[in-house]
């Protein structure tokens, strides 16, 4: 049984969490030629020759919110009422890493967080 549980342990942490990111500089959209602005949402795809970047849209992203960072527990709570969520990150180029900017989650999730963290 221990064993069980440290199993199912191991595999939550392995899990592939859904990433998007901000953008730090201007770009296309691959699919349908949008201009992409500093600070848009992207769903990076993987080709053969290259990264494709993919807008909101064609990325079907357009339908969930965006919960800055900053509000912790309404972040808590959106993932656990969402059922799929995004975690938006963004270059930095002073610590040449990525950071968090925040997360994309289903709209009805988010409004049921902030009604029950108050903040409605």
């Given at each position: 049984?221990?064993d ?20 730090s ?35 079907q ?14 972040t ?9 969520t ?35």
């Amino acid at each position: 049984m221990a064993d069980d549980e440290h199993a199912n342990t191991e595999n939550k942490k392995t899990e592939k969490k859904n990433t998007v990111f901000a953008l730090s500089r201007a770009s296309r959209c691959h699919a349908c030629d949008k201009k992409l602005v500093r600070g848009d949402i992207v769903k990076l795809e993987n080709s053969k020759d290259d990264t494709e970047a993919l807008c909101r849209s064609c990325a079907q992203l357009d339908a969930y919110q965006l919960v800055g960072k900053g509000s912790a527990k309404i972040t808590r709570l959106a993932t656990k009422y969402s059922k799929v969520t995004y975690v938006v990150l963004q270059w930095s180029d002073t610590w040449k890493c990525y950071e968090r900017v925040g997360i994309l989650a289903e709209p009805q999730a988010v409004h049921q967080a902030e009604k029950e963290s108050g903040k409605a």
